[in-house]
């Protein structure tokens, strides 16, 4: 998968950190989010090995920080349960506006609650799925019993919650009392629960009470030996491929007819934004623009396309000479930056033709070399045909395919 850091902002205008994972090549057929376990993290590595699981079908997943956790902004103590519910809502409202309405919710612990009740609450979602979520939300609370005299006493203590130190208020623990699970009723949204027999943390019951109050369509899937944080990544892989699969059947999957040409490469832009599918003799990828001139950034610039060709052209020239004349070359690295000049003695520095494009190449050798064999790679290093073809004389010739 391709992985992506975004930003987008909650009810209060905080920044939430975010990460989109997108599949390899190939545009995203659906979208889904996933909504982490209580104090925990995007970041944690049973969310990355799910994740992985839906983007190889081809399903991108957007997964974030909830406010006051991992890099996003804001403060934990005052956040509750209805906030992380909020937080979702505008992560389904972002991914509407920027990528394509979520039709997915995936929550894991305290992260399955609030998506089965964010789930109710946003009519792009059709299908649901719960990881070790409890029935009901105050089942946290009792993560906090130790300090739970000193926050009625004072207001606020520190509670150290999975070995972490974290300010919890009254609020919190008020906010979870008025939490209930009689959404989960009328919910109307396919619903998939999976959760594991030996749970230690939320047990085996909160499964079986929640696919009670559920109306079909519904599932359950056992765990079997899988601890609560799905700390193994055959398990958390496994919920993937089980998400995926299920998920297939109620949500609109879609699909694209495969590119195809006599030619060395074909690309395709469909009719809504400028998401472009590319493939280059039996390689795919995609090409974007950035969300600030409108694109979705599901792939690189063409601009940045062209300066990666550079940039791995330079650096294969480098690798073949250095083996050619045996050179302890271990390593090539070429950063490359593209960027329009205006002469400043130029006359006509209003006028589009003025623009001269530069490529800056900075290039990173590694190994047993002297100066000499530096010096001698970075002549080598002009004589890369990319390079070449970007001095010479270029003619593109277009015509109209019937």
């Known amino acids: 998968m391709r992985t992506t850091r975004i930003q987008f902002s909650n009810a209060q205008g905080q920044q939430l950190a975010a990460k989109m994972d997108l599949p390899l090549g190939q545009r995203p057929r659906a979208y889904a989010i996933f909504a982490h376990c209580f104090t925990c993290s995007k970041d944690l590595s049973a969310v990355r090995n799910i994740s992985l699981s839906l ?21 934990f103590a005052d956040t509750n ?17 920027i990528y394509d309405a979520p039709q997915l919710l995936i929550g894991h612990s305290l992260g ?18 719960t990881i070790g979520a409890p029935a009901d939300p105050s089942h946290v609370s009792h993560l906090v019993q130790s300090g739970e005299a000193e926050i009625r006493e004072k207001g606020a203590a520190t509670v150290s919650i ?21 959404h989960i009723s009328k919910l109307k949204k396919a619903l998939l629960i999976l959760h594991s027999p030996q749970d230690q943390t939320v047990g085996i019951k909160n499964a079986e009470m929640i696919y009670h109050l559920a109306q079909h369509p519904k599932s359950f899937v056992t765990l079997d030996g899988a601890d609560h944080l799905l700390t193994e990544a055959k398990d ?9 699969a299920w998920a297939a059947r109620y949500i609109d999957l879609k699909t694209h007819p495969a590119l195809s040409t006599d030619k060395q490469v074909v690309v395709r832009t469909g009719a809504e934004g400028f998401t472009t599918e590319i493939l280059a003799g039996s390689h795919s ?20 396309l062209l300066a990666a060709a550079l940039g791995a052209c330079t650096s ?14 271990q390593e090539v690295r070429v950063h490359v930056q593209h960027s329009k000049s205006y002469p400043a003695d130029s006359k006509q520095a209003e006028k589009s033709q003025s623009k001269i494009d530069v490529f ?17 790679l970075m002549e080598i290093a002009d004589r890369c045909p990319v390079h070449r073809t970007l001095h010479g004389e270029i003619r593109v010739e277009t015509k109209e395919k019937r």
Do not use: C
């Open 112 to 129: 399955g609650a609030a998506a089965l009740l964010a789930a109710s609450k946003v009519a792009s979602i059709r299908a649901v799925a």
């Open 236 to 244: 958390a892989q496994y919920v993937g491929q089980l998400i995926a």
């Open 81 to 97: 349960f209805s906030s992380n519910v909020e937080d979702l809502v505008s992560a389904t409202a972002y991914m509407q506006e």
């Open 55 to 75: 983007t190889q079908t081809g399903i991108a997943v957007l997964r974030f920080d909830f406010t006051g956790l991992g890099h996003s902004e804001g403060e």
């Open 162 to 182: 999975g070995g972490r130190p974290f300010q919890i208020k009254a609020q919190f623990l008020d906010d979870l009392a008025q939490a209930s699970n009689q």
């Open 360 to 376: 800056e190449r900075e290039i990173e050798l590694e190994g047993a070399l002297d100066e000499g064999q530096k010096a001698r």
């Open 316 to 329: 294969m020239t480098l690798r073949m000479y250095a083996d050619r004349k045996k050179w302890d070359l």
């Open 285 to 304: 990828l995609l090409a974007d623009e950035p969300t600030s001139v409108g694109g979705a950034d599901l792939g690189t610039s063409p601009y940045g």
